[in-house]
Each structure stands twice: as structure tokens, then as C-alpha cells.
């Protein structure tokens, strides 16, 4: 939502199509963006199937939006699951299709070894063939799609997402938070926060962090998030000893994540695959020094040294370093604190995320810019 | 979430529509749905019930089951 509230307030007329939540209306305009939430009233216990039958109905509502008398000039979809409806759509209407990609199907699973992996690795194809514009949310990713899809370079931007700072200007009562968490007052506390998938990498944080307690006996790790790696995660933290200092919050609302994050010490992002890395910008945003696998997009938002730092993936003793590194040097954190602060407010508002992508639109358009 | 068959049934209710108390499925639907042991399938159930990612409600004297925010969360999170 942070693209469409700053293409609306860049003027663009946006109309975000997405599904039902419980709680959350069938429709409602949300500071200029016109949001439909679509109520998918059949479903399929396959999930491709499922896919298939939601882009059909998110198809329907564009089809009830044109019959009352809309019309767009641009389809702007996200990645392969509602690529589908996104050329269906572009083929009724006759309109330009651009297509952002946040990953890759070969990228997340590493092989196409199953037919769903595959089927998804195909729709990507797909999309990449028939999009105008295909949107690439890091350089890395960029050259991934047009590596593995052949697609011309002309076709295929780069363009990071962005991040709203006002989420982040919350003064905060850090000895309240540490005490609703459990965690003591004086405690290094190095943050976490994702997904609980293994792209993420929180199996190599674990061992890492018991490491840590080598030399900082007294730390926490607190893990924001949940996912279906949760229990094996747990099973790591039991195994070596470690469960009694590491805390899964599960899912928690945003305000408690920006709470979490400026209590914190040092924030890791142990990623093994990672096109982009918001997380790192939430992290960066929030005024906490990170410490990140040198992997995708992570190492093109993170300069080491400068802004943050980089440590090896899938490598315990590189993140304990990392961390360390960090942790040992008051000096240093404020350093890379300061101008990862800084490079966010600078070069990724989505006002200016904003700004690159309707150049993209009047360039498919045929506008010129 | 200790068994990946906990993720199974949580995809499987999202994928059914099953994230509504109208659109709940009956414990005998979803076995057939999942084709697992039926002890299997209690035990899973039962915890996920505990855990707050899934509902049950009561139709006809049968308890019928729908995912809770938290759990398309979870389900949801598997696929991106």
C-alpha cells in the first residue's frame, strides 16, 4: 500500500484489487487508493487451483469496475500470483500490463524440482513475455530475471521498494517494552524479524546467538514473526541450550514491531535468498545498526562498514562476528546508525519510489519522459 | 507448529475458503479433503484450535472449522 498512497498523492487515479480479510471491508478508500477486496466464494484445497481461482475473481471485479464505467490505462501486478488475471485483463481491456517481481520461483526454491515449483517458475515466464514493463525490486534481481527468462534488458527496471518513515516516529519507552517482553534492562538485545521460512535464515541465527552468549552471557534474541519453520526453529533454540533466551513473538502488530525494534541492540538479517530486504529498511528506518547476509538486494541497500554491516550467509560464526562487531563497538553502532538513517530518508521515500515508476508508466504508455 | 501437516491443514482450509464461520468445513469434509489417519487429524485439529489458528463452530450437532487472521497469516505466509 505505501506505492499506491504515494502514486495517489503523485495524482494517480489507483485502484488496488486485492482479497478478503476477515474484519477488513469489501471496499473503502484508503488515504486516495480505492481498495476492493475481493470475496473469492469458491475454493479448491490445490493451491495452484486456488490461485487460479482467485485471479478469476479478481478478474470479475475488474469486469464489474469497467461495466460501471472505469477505465485504466495501466495493469500493475505483483509477481506470479495474480500475473494470470493481470494478462487476461491486459488482453480485454487492451491495455499495457507492467509487472513487479519481488522474487523468483528458481531463486526461492533453488530447483524446479517438483511440478508446482515449476508451474510458478513458468507463470513468471509467462509474465515476463507478455509485461510491457517488468519491475525488479534490486539490481540483483534484475539480472536474475533476465538471466533466467531471457528477457531483453530494456524490458526489465530496477527499482527498490520503499519505506514510509513516518511509521517510525514514535517515541518509545524502552524499559517498558523490554519489561512487557521479558527481556532485562541491561540485556545486548539483538533483534530478528520475518517470515519463519528457511529463505530467512533464522536456523544460522540461532547458533550464532548461542555463540554470542559466550561473551555476552546476559543477551536475548527475540524473533519477530511467524511461519511454518517456527517449531523447528524452537527445536534448534531447545537443542543448544539457548530456548530460555530467545523469544517468538508470532505475528504482532506494527506498533509493537517499531517498539521492538528501537529497544534494540543490533538487528540481524540472516537471509540466504533475498531479493530485496524491507526488513533491513524497517531496521534502518527505526535507528537500529544492522547486520546482513551479503546476499541480493541486502548488499545493494547495505554498505558494509558504512551503513551496516555484512557478514557470510548460512554462517554462524560470521553472524556472531557480525553481531559482535557491533555489540563491542558503541562507537561504531552510532556510526552506521546515523548514516543508515540517513540513506533511507534520502533515497528510498515512496514518494521517489513513486516518481520512478510513473516514468516507467509513461514510458510503456509511449509517452516519453 | 511442530508437524508439517499443521501447515497442510491450514493451507488447505485457506485454499477451500475456509476463513469465514460461514464458509467453515466440517471435520469430516476435511479429512476427505486431506485423505490423512483420522487421529492424525484430531490431534492437528485440536492443537491448532488451541493455538488460535483455527475456529470451530457448531452446526447440526458437527464442529466445523474456519481459519482465524492469525492463521491465513500463517497459511498465506507459506507462499510467497
Redesign the interface.
Known amino acids: 500500500m505505501g506505492l499506491s498512497r504515494a502514486l495517489a498523492r503523485a495524482g494517480v487515479d489507483v485502484h488496488v484489487i486485492t482479497l478478503e480479510f476477515p474484519g477488513a471491508k469489501g471496499y473503502e478508500e484508503v488515504d486516495g487508493v480505492k481498495v476492493y477486496r475481493v470475496r473469492v466464494e469458491i475454493g479448491n484445497p490445490n493451491f495452484l487451483t486456488w490461485v487460479f481461482i482467485f485471479n478469476h475473481f479478481m478478474e470479475k471485479q475488474v469486469g464489474m469496475l469497467l461495466q460501471s464505467g472505469c477505465s485504466f490505462d495501466i495493469i500493475h501486478v505483483h509477481d506470479w500470483l495474480t500475473t494470470p488475471a493481470g494478462i487476461a485483463l491486459r488482453h480485454i481491456m487492451d491495455r499495457r500490463l507492467v509487472l513487479t517481481m519481488h522474487s523468483t520461483e528458481i531463486g526461492r526454491s533453488t530447483t524446479l524440482d517438483n511440478p508446482d515449483a515449476y508451474t510458478k517458475d513458468s507463470i513468471e515466464w509467462w509474465g515476463t513475455y507478455e509485461a510491457s514493463a517488468v519491475i525488479a525490486v534490486s539490481s540483483s534481481l534484475r539480472w536474475e530475471i533476465i538471466n533466467h527468462f531471457k528477457v531483453p534488458e530494456w524490458k526489465v527496471y530496477a527499482l527498490p521498494n520503499g519505506i514510509d518513515l513516518d511509521r517510525f516516529k514514535v517515541n518509545i519507552d524502552r524499559n517498558s517494552v523490554r519489561m512487557k517482553w521479558g527481556i532485562p534492562l541491561d540485556a545486548p538485545l539483538i533483534v530478528a524479524l520475518g517470515r519463519l521460512t528457511s529463505q530467512k535464515g533464522f536456523q544460522h541465527l540461532i547458533p550464532a546467538f548461542a555463540k554470542i552468549l559466550h561473551k555476552y552471557p546476559n543477551a536475548r534474541l527475540i524473533i519477530i514473526g511467524d511461519g511454518w519453520m517456527r517449531g523447528e526453529l524452537e527445536s534448534i533454540a531447545w537443542s543448544l541450550g539457548v530456548r530460555d533466551k530467545v523469544i517468538f513473538t508470532g505475528f504482532i502488530g506494527d506498533r509493537e514491531v517499531v517498539e521492538i525494534l528501537k529497544s534494540g541492540d543490533v538487528m540481524v538479517i540472516p537471509s540466504v535468498y533475498e531479493p530485496f530486504g524491507i526488513t533491513a529498511l524497517e531496521g534502518m528506518a527505526a535507528g537500529i545498526p544492522v547486520v546482513v547476509s551479503s546476499v541480493g538486494g541486502l548488499r545493494e541497500i547495505v554498505e558494509h562498514e558504512k551503513d551496516g554491516v555484512w557478514v557470510y550467509p548460512a554462517n554462524p560464526d560470521s553472524i556472531a562476528w557480525g553481531i559482535d562487531r557491533v555489540l563491542s563497538d558503541p562507537g561504531f553502532a552510532n556510526y552506521i546508525r546515523r548514516n543508515a538513517f540517513n540513506k533511507v530518508a534520502s533515497k528510498y521515500s515512496w514518494d521517489s519510489i513513486a516518481r520512478e515508476t510513473i516514468k516507467i508508466y509513461r514510458r510503456v504508455l509511449g509517452e516519453g519522459v | ?4 501437516n499443521e ?1 497442510t491443514v491450514l ?2 482450509l ?7 464461520p460461514e464458509k467453515a468445513i466440517s471435520f469430516s469434509n476435511l479429512l476427505a ?2 485423505r490423512v489417519r483420522e487421529d492424525v487429524l484430531r490431534s492437528i485439529v485440536e492443537k491448532l484450535v488451541n493455538q488460535n489458528y483455527i475456529e470451530a463452530v457448531d452446526k447440526n450437532g458437527e464442529k466445523y472449522y474456519y481459519l ?3 492463521g ?3 497459511a498465506l ?4
Not at chain 2, 485457506?14 to 469465514?20: K, L, T, V
Not at chain 2, 505466509?77 to 510467497?80: G, L
Request: hydrophobic residues 35%; charged residues 10%; positive net charge.
Open positions: 507448529m511442530n508437524h508439517p501447515i493451507t488447505t485457506n485454499n477451500i475458503g475456509a476463513i469465514r479433503s486431506l482465524t487472521s492469525k491465513i497469516l500463517i505466509s507459506t507462499y510467497s
